[in-house]
């Protein structure tokens, strides 16, 4: 018995993988809210011109020039909303490829390590305690603790993953040995 949904969250690499998704969809945002800013003006332009098309007070050429400005002004607006949406819509596609790829990725490990301990502890079978019936209830209903595998997967993925990252010992330099 191993609860999947417990081994993801408590994997260190699932925790690096979403802090690294987490990042990359804040520079997204970033962008996202910088070119919103830069729409906001051009609005304000384009009503400030559509006023000064309406003025009175201008005279009719300059009332014209100022209303095909407006109108020119529009079509940067459309343009920049379009190219806003397809942005939003580029990247949470892109945004929602990395993490499924990350998410593979990781539960190759976490397949892996179970693979290993289900064949070490002699198991044939081993089920997942963490999914729901429709109910909301655990699919498996009562294990004896000495089948769960959970903490040991945990423990066993975390600490590889400690060991594949040691950096290695400093090796001399031949300026350091002289």
Known sequence: MVNLEKVFREYRKSRIAEDAIKQQAELYRGYLV????????????????????????????????????????????????????????????????????????????????????????????????SGKTMNEQPTVLRFPASCDLTEAVIRELNRTMTEERKPEAPQPSAETTK
């Open 34 to 129: 910088k070119q919103s800013g830069q729409l906001a003006r051009l609005k304000k332009e384009a009503e400030e011109l559509r006023e000064s098309a309406r003025n009175p007070a201008l005279e009719e050429a300059d009332r014209t020039r100022l209303g095909a400005d407006a109108v020119i002004k529009a079509r940067e607006i459309a343009a920049k909303e379009a190219e806003l949406q397809l942005y939003a819509a580029e990247r949470t596609r892109t945004m929602r490829e990395v993490e499924q790829k990350k998410r593979e990725e990781i539960m190759v490990d976490i397949y892996k390590e179970i693979d290993r301990r289900a064949a070490a502890e002699g198991f044939h079978f081993v089920l997942d305690s």
